[in-house]
């Protein structure tokens, strides 16, 4: 079969390199390509559990309230505020 592709600049800076590097032609590297490529895709995809982020205790608040600014950025800054 005959037909025209228009390629990304990556790709195309790939096929050039594999061409170079396997002294290959062009129609087989891009068929190679595409035949792996069509069986990964055909593939199943994997069954993975869920991520589950880890929990992590980070102690009690060091402030009384978080929503009082002015109390928050003095003990941040070391300051007696009480």
């Known amino acids: 079969m005959r037909t025209t592709l228009t390629l990304d600049d990556d790709v195309a800076t790939l096929l050039a390199r594999l ?3 396997r002294n290959a032609g062009l ?4 068929n190679e390509a595409l035949r792996l490529g069509l069986r990964q895709m055909a593939m199943p995809p994997e ?3 869920p991520y589950r982020t880890p929990s ?4 009690t608040c060091l402030v009384g309230r978080i929503d ?3 109390h928050v950025l003095a003990v941040a800054e070391g300051e007696s505020f009480r």
Do not use: E, N
Request: no cysteine.
């Open 19 to 21: 061409r170079k590097a």
């Open 27 to 30: 129609k087989d590297l891009v």
């Open 47 to 49: 069954d993975r559990p």
């Open 56 to 59: 992590v205790s980070l102690g």
């Open 68 to 70: 009082d600014v002015a």
